[in-house]
């Protein structure tokens, strides 16, 4: 099929993106018009799936803060027209993926049009049902369904993009459906129910809690959640929403994201920071202090709430924790820990086969802030690890207790470095599994080096001698052409001691570039 490779472009693991802006180092890979073949290859799988026709479906349709959101939603609208769709406006994604399962809402499927934090000129599309986010597997066959229908409408521009998609369809409106409203007042419920205050419907009151939404869409967070429920928000930043991002990347994973968290919080002289990305999947907060918790710290504050209610359970990371929060979650807290891969739905597909093989999971979180509880249908939702964070300190403070001290024994490591290794060959893949079979038999060598086992994703080594303690992992990215080396090492000089260890490897592969 001569366009099938441009739908094949988009595909992100489970998701849809690419650049839908050009710019002049970016080409555009990404259409509202390619949008639309996608959004109606949806329907044609949905009613597969579920054994309804097309124009029985109830499909429901939200968006992020981008600034291409408009277009691309109408065409959605398009490719969607021979079922019945709802327009959700402007909302997250965990609450997309809420409203195939609220009794309010139970559609039968939903698209979110969000690339998270990814620059002003990207958009994509997020998939669920009932069952959570399609799986990559699911999302390739529902893109070769667009590629055929594009066979017979399809035409093709300058940049070789499927545009002019004119899907045949009669007249044709969305419904309004105020679906945030709805989310809003499940989160609420579930505060009330949680904190169990003595004003039991103003369980936020006298606690100062700000919130960065990043220009994103979790703004209502703030203003329609916390502050009905008591919640003094003032300090808050940058709950507006604004697609061009003007004052940070909307990322808790980022250094000046947290950084700008953090001055929030100072500044406010708030009890707790909140910040989110910018569909709202993901979160991190920040303590009175000025302590930010993101990546593990975060995993070890969430891992403590679980094991209250929970002791023995599993927790699913992914590959890139630290020892120091293994150490933590095993011995500190009595938890389980499985060290995974990369990918957030890695993580959390980990989480749900465990609890299917008759283990109990109750939380698998990926340190990018991908935090997913069993209680909450495994959905990676920023506002509700927020909302655990919140009840937990509500209820703390009745006892004058910090939550801060929650996670006082979680040691950190003394340095870390994160090095991306740019593969310039042109099989990336191939190249890579060559590099980290040559690094498994480099590190054999060495009785310096101790391969960790079991280990799920790329290979990982221990250093525990007189000279350095520490560990490193070499990978493959998901889906570029990059090899990713994390390190972390408990002592100052520890980090450039092991790249010392490892330089006369890579000295010799030509066709890596370290960015």
């Known amino acids: 099929m001569k366009f099938e490779r441009f739908f094949q472009a988009v595909k992100n693991g489970n998701d849809v ?9 970016e080409a555009r890979t990404f259409s509202p018009e390619l949008a639309a073949y996608i959004a109606r290859a949806f329907t044609d ?8 026709e097309s124009s029985e479906l109830r499909i429901a349709v939200g968006h992020d803060s981008r600034i291409t959101a408009g277009d691309m939603k109408k065409e959605c609208f398009h490719g969607l027209s021979v079922s019945e769709v709802f327009d959700c406006g402007m909302i997250t994604t965990p609450a997309m993926f809420q409203s195939t399962l609220l ?47 594009s066979e017979r409408w399809g035409e093709a521009d300058a940049d070789c993009l499927v545009t002019a998609a004119r899907l045949p369809i009669g007249a044709f409106t969305a419904q309004t459906f105020d679906m945030k409203a709805i989310y809003a007042a ?41 502050k009905p429920l ?17 004052n940070h990347v909307p990322n808790p994973e980022d250094g000046e ?10 500044s406010a002289g708030a009890d707790l920071g909140v910040i989110f990305d910018c569909d709202g999947d993901r979160a991190a907060v920040v303590f009175e202090d000025g302590t930010e918790v993101n990546r593990n710290t975060l995993i070890a504050l969430l891992a403590v709430i679980v094991a209250e209610n929970h002791p023995g359970s599993w927790i699913v990371t992914d590959s890139v924790t630290s020892d120091e929060l293994a150490d933590f979650l095993t011995n500190g807290l009595g938890l389980k820990h499985l060290r995974f891969k990369r990918g957030y739905k890695n993580v959390i597909d980990r989480g749900i086969e465990l609890n299917r093989s008759g283990e109990c ?26 909302v655990k964070i919140i009840c937990h300190m509500a209820r703390l403070l009745r006892e004058n207790k910090k939550i801060s001290s929650l996670i006082a024994g979680l040691g950190q490591p003394a340095e870390s470095a994160e090095l991306r290794f ?45 000279e350095v303690q520490g560990w490193l992992l070499l990978r493959m990215s998901l889906h570029d052409p990059v090899m990713p080396m994390n390190i972390e090492a408990e002592s100052a000089g520890g980090v450039a001691v092991i790249r010392e260890r490892i330089r006369p490897f890579f000295s010799k592969y030509t066709e890596l570039e370290l960015k």
């Open 230 to 246: 008591g919640a003094d928000i003032s300090g808050s930043v940058y709950l507006e929403p604004d697609g061009h991002f003007p």
């Open 361 to 386: 999971c109750e939380l698998a979180i990926e340190t990018s802030g991908h935090g997913a509880f069993r209680e909450n249908h495994f959905s990676d939702d920023g506002a509700y690890i927020a």
């Open 17 to 25: 993106r690419g650049v839908v802006l050009e710019t002049e180092k």
């Open 186 to 226: 499940h989160m609420k419920q579930i505060i009330c129910a949680e904190v169990q205050a003595e004003d039991f419907l103003h369980p936020l009151s006298g606690l100062h809690i700000v919130v960065d939404a990043g220009n994103g869409a979790s703004g209502f967070f703030a203003t329609e959640i916390l």
């Open 103 to 149: 009794p309010e809402s139970h559609f039968d499927g939903a698209i979110m049009l969000t690339a998270s934090h990814l620059p002003f000129n990207r958009n994509g599309m997020k998939f669920f049902t009932e069952n959570g986010a399609l799986s990559s597997t699911e999302l390739k066959e529902i893109l070769q369904i667009a590629a055929e229908l």
């Open 45 to 52: 799988f949905l009613a597969c799936k579920l054994g309804k």
């Open 422 to 466: 740019k593969i310039k060959a042109e099989d990336f893949k191939v190249y890579g599994e060559n590099v980290l079979n040559a690094f498994r038999n480099f590190a054999e060598r060495d009785v310096r080096f101790h391969i960790v086992k079991p280990n799920y994703e790329g290979i990982r080594i221990a250093f525990q001698d007189e």
């Open 257 to 266: 994201a947290m950084r700008a968290a953090r001055e929030m919080v100072l």
